[in-house]
């Protein structure tokens, strides 16, 4: 049962435009939410996350959404360069857990 | 040192083969995580480790046989595997005192079994 859901396998995007990533998930229990990117044959690096607790997180181009009430966060990169083209997990988990759910991913490339 | 360190970083093995893929951090993280990841596909978790001692098994067959020696490493030991086993496995590790969630992933170890 997938509690974590990218509906869009792929995004393509203009250079210096902004790339808006889309997560929803099912389980209301999750406390974290965090955005992994990842490049073809390496492993997912950490990106940004946000608490439950909040609506809001930015670190320099990244920017996290999250709408507890429709349990939907977005991932929102501004503005967008080439070297962000890459597959980008959505993921979460509860304190009382150890496991990351992630989502089936979205393919973000970024065209000059 | 924010790295976990995983090798052989490919490994190609048959069928009948007994391998290792071994997995490393020395960030004190008492969280230990095996993935498996499939082409396109999301990781998958397979086992997890707290405080040394598997916490989590996610149903893997037993030819796949997890192993903490310390809270600074975590192996995999391989026999017997199927060639859809090919696939990257990923090492993982998380300090459950931290207050993102956040997994340090290693760069995975590509498995290839003939």
């Known amino acids: 049962d997938q509690q974590v859901k990218q509906n869009s396998p792929s995004l393509s995007v203009q250079e210096g435009r902004i790339s808006i990533l889309n997560c929803d998930y099912t389980?209301?229990?999750?406390?974290?939410f965090l955005w992994y990117k990842k490049y073809p044959a390496e492993g997912p690096t950490f990106l940004i996350s946000?608490?439950?607790?909040?609506d809001k997180n930015e670190d320099g181009r990244f920017t996290v959404f999250l709408n507890k009430s429709a349990k939907h966060l977005s991932l929102h990169i501004v503005p967008s360069q080439p070297g962000d083209s890459a597959v980008y997990f959505c993921?979460?988990?509860?304190?009382?857990?150890?496991?990351?759910?992630f989502g089936k991913g979205t393919s973000l490339l970024v065209t000059p | 040192d924010t790295e976990v360190t995983q090798t052989p970083k490919h490994l190609v093995m048959g069928m009948t083969n007994k391998k290792s893929l071994k997995c490393e951090q020395h960030?004190?993280?008492?969280?230990m995580y095996w993935y498996k990841q499939k082409a396109k596909k999301p990781p998958e978790l397979m086992f997890v480790?707290?405080?040394?001692?598997?916490?989590i098994n996610e149903s893997v067959p037993s030819r796949f046989s997890p192993e903490c020696p310390n809270s600074s490493l975590l192996n995999l030991h391989l026999h017997a595997l199927q060639p859809e086993d090919s696939a990257l496995y990923l090492c993982?590790?998380?300090?459950?005192?931290?207050?993102?969630?956040?997994?340090?992933f290693g760069e995975g170890s590509r498995l290839t079994v003939l």
């Open positions: 993982a590790s998380s300090d459950r005192g931290h207050d993102t969630g956040e997994l340090f």
């Open positions: 389980n209301s229990m999750f406390d974290y």
């Open positions: 946000i608490s439950s607790i909040k």
């Open positions: 993921a979460a988990i509860s304190n009382s857990g150890y496991a990351l759910n």
């Open positions: 960030m004190g993280h008492r969280a």
């Open positions: 480790y707290s405080y040394e001692k598997l916490s």
